[in-house]
Nanobody
């Protein structure tokens, strides 16, 4: 059974840096994609970034391009989200997600979600 555990959230000031970690377990992830999503109070969950397990293919939401970097550490079964130049509008619960590449979409029953980690950016 796939399990995802996020860590690294916290309270920071605008302009600060934070790194989120996602520990993945339960299977090998060579044919899976790992993503980060976030949900702010009163808003729908939104895509932030995604990566294939080998780390060769990434994509980002326009709102975080140039500030956030997603990466993998395959030997450790870890996925990271490096967040630089944080803004108050980045405040949200951040979720790690994983799905088989063949699923083609995050909105399926194949997607596994972590429990989330809170990121709060003060102005």
């Amino acid at each position: 059974q796939v399990q995802l555990v996020e860590s690294g959230g916290g309270l920071v000031q605008a302009g600060d840096t934070l790194r989120l970690s996602c520990a993945a377990s339960g299977r090998t992830f060579g044919t899976w994609r790992i993503g980060w999503f976030r949900q702010a109070p009163g808003k729908e969950r939104e895509f932030v970034a995604a990566i294939n397990w080998s780390g060769t293919l990434t994509n980002y939401a326009d709102s975080v391009k140039g500030r956030f970097t997603i990466s993998t550490a395959n030997a450790k079964n870890m996925v990271y989200l490096q967040m630089n130049s944080l803004k108050p509008e980045d405040t949200a619960v951040y979720y790690c997600a994983a799905r088989p590449y063949a699923a083609r979409s995050w909105d399926t029953e194949s997607t596994v979600w972590g429990q989330g980690t809170q990121v709060t950016v003060s102005s």
